[in-house]
């Protein structure tokens, strides 16, 4: 197996800060780190979500878990035509989920709740002193179902409505796939990998991911999983990155 790494992709969108550890890293060990997501999310079109029998006013407060739901959840309200009205009461699971809400709305206080560990948890003293509304809980396709658990454990009163999906962002004919080294960040991406190259083969690539259901999805499609994050000797994946970089450069020098 050839040691050197020159070129590193990071299935995830390039980061908004030019202080990202992944540009360090870039700099330290003279490699091309590129960004460039295996995944996208798309919004339900109304006609498919018209299908879930959902009537968006009916409701009286949203409950959001991510920015991403907040975009999507309003995409829809514009394409449906539905007018929110000023009465809305939003709970988010971060204060930085809910200072997002301003890019849509008049930021109020007496309208917007908001947890501090961004685990739904911290918002159930909340909802429940609000209990008497009807939730509206925008999710993906494929959701956690920790939080439909603890909403029911509380006997509360909402509606799951998928209103975004996340699909394969397929490759181009014209881009190379060229990298010495691939790290994904969920299963999805691992899926996407195997639907935009069916007959791939790994050799001496190496591949590293993060999270438990991730790797898991590696070893299950038959790969070799060189670089594992989170553990307790590296808790990012920007520390295993670096960790495995230096353990080659070290090795390369004997």
Not at 177 to 185: A, H, I, N, P, S
Not at 189 to 209: H, T, V
Not at 233 to 254: G, H, Q, R
Request: overall charge positive.
């Amino acid at each position: 197996m050839s040691l050197k790494i020159k070129k590193l992709l990071i299935s995830q969108p390039k980061p908004a800060s030019e202080k990202s550890p992944y540009y360090d890293i870039a700099e330290k060990y003279g490699v091309n780190i590129e960004f460039r997501p295996f995944i996208k999310v798309e919004s339900l079109t109304p006609k498919e979500f018209r299908q879930q029998k959902i009537s968006i006013p009916e409701y009286t407060a949203v409950i959001f878990t991510a920015r991403t739901a907040i975009d999507h959840f309003f995409k829809l309200c514009e394409g449906l035509r539905v007018t929110i009205p000023e009465t809305m009461r939003y709970f988010c699971v971060t204060e930085s989920i809910a200072l997002y809400l301003q890019k849509y709305i008049v930021y109020r206080k007496r309208k917007i709740f908001y947890g501090n560990s961004g685990k739904i948890d911290d918002l159930i003293p909340a909802l429940l002193k609000h209990s008497t509304e009807k939730f509206l809980l925008p999710v993906s396709d494929v959701h956690n179902e920790e939080h439909t658990a603890i909403l029911d454990k509380h006997k509360l009163n909402y509606t799951r409505a998928v209103m975004y999906r996340t699909v394969s962002n397929d490759f181009t004919p014209e881009e190379k796939f060229d990298y010495d080294m691939l790290v994904f960040f969920s299963p999805a991406g691992i899926a996407s990998l195997m639907k935009n190259f069916p007959n791939f083969e790994q050799q001496d690539i190496r591949i590293g991911c993060f999270g438990p259901t991730t790797a898991k999805a590696v070893r299950d499609a038959g790969l070799r999983l060189d670089v594992e994050a989170p553990t307790p000797e590296v808790p990012s994946m920007t520390a295993a990155i670096e960790k495995y970089l230096k353990e080659m450069s070290k090795s390369s020098k004997k």
